[in-house]
């Protein structure tokens, strides 16, 4: 009976033992474990203080991308504009330069016309003119001395009572008395005894 509770003892023992040996495996490998964690938990916390750089940098590109964005949809939209407003300014220009070389041509074409102005021909026909207007103007200025150079005295003198008075000088009067007295030397007698004077052309159709 003694050895049978020996062998129990004994027995339970090393149930004992194997109990404690699997509790500090146990609890070995719990210290192991809490130390890895603690380990994992430091570097966790390093990890953390290095993402948050990081995380600002990010953000901060974030915004700057944004604001790139932002800005390159305001160039296009200020390079349409531009281009726009360019486009109808180029069509503006052209359209005035293509008058202005209608233009251009337009008078090109009226200067052609003379071009035969510039030839010899020309000159030499423009200096005959120059010529023949000078030999006018020497008419004129000699003209205004003297109208009538190739007429003589008395026909100017008979040009002159006319222009004096066309009228009266065409005019018929009747017929005076028969004259008496010599018609040849231009003068005679009425029937009253009053003498009367021949006129000028008279005088001129005798000397003639």
Known sequence: MTTE????????????????????????????????????????????????????AVKAYKQKIIALERQNLELQQAISTTESRSRIEVQNLVSIYEEQLESLRSQLEELK????????EAQIELAEAEHQIELDEETFQEMAQDASPDLSAADKALLLEYHTNPAEFVRADPL??????????????????????????ALEAEQN
Request: with cysteine.
């Open 5 to 56: 509770r020996l062998h129990m003892a004994i027995k339970n023992f090393d149930n004992m033992n194997q109990m404690v040996e699997r509790y500090t495996r146990l609890c070995r490998a719990y210290v192991k474990l809490s130390e890895r964690f603690h380990q994992l938990d430091v570097e966790h916390m390093k990890l953390k203080g290095n993402m948050v750089p990081l995380i600002k």
């Open 176 to 201: 005076p008395a028969p004259v008496q007295g010599d018609l040849e030397n231009g003068s005679g007698v009425t029937s009253s005894g009053a003498s009367i004077e021949a006129p000028l052309w």
């Open 113 to 120: 016309a003379l071009e035969w102005f510039t030839s010899e």
